[in-house]
């Protein structure tokens, strides 16, 4: 099995920064894509950045120029730095990787338990 483990999340003035963690572990063969998405009460999940293997990225058009999604591939990790946060950015934010558990196999994509981030004066 592979787990997520998000960190970083917490409580931070309109214009600061905070930046989210999520290291995967378990019977990893190679991840294939990892991504931070993020949900609020009665709405849907939403993605916010991607990285692929080859570090190619991609932002939702809310927070381009704000966050940066950044991976390090032999800790199996991903970072998602978020600058000039605003209240809106408030929700959960979730890490999800796209896993091959054996060479040639199929993906299975795991998700993070999620942790909160909430952006208020």
Not at 26 to 49: C, D, H, K
Request: charged share 15%; aromatic share 8%; proline share 2%.
């Amino acid at each position: 099995q592979v787990q997520l483990v998000e960190s970083g999340g917490g409580l931070v003035q309109p214009g600061g920064s905070l930046r989210l963690s999520c290291v995967a572990s378990g019977s990893i063969f190679s991840i294939n894509a990892m991504g931070w998405y993020r949900q609020t009460p009665g709405t849907q999940r939403e993605l916010v950045a991607i990285v692929t293997s080859s570090a190619t990225t991609d932002y939702a058009n809310s927070v381009k120029g704000r966050f940066t999604i950044s991976r390090d591939n032999a800790k199996n990790t991903v970072h998602l730095q978020m600058n000039s946060l605003k209240p809106e950015d408030t929700a959960v934010y979730y890490c999800r990787a796209i896993v091959a558990l054996v060479r040639g196999g199929v993906n299975y994509q795991y998700w993070g338990q999620g942790t909160q981030v909430t952006v208020s004066s």
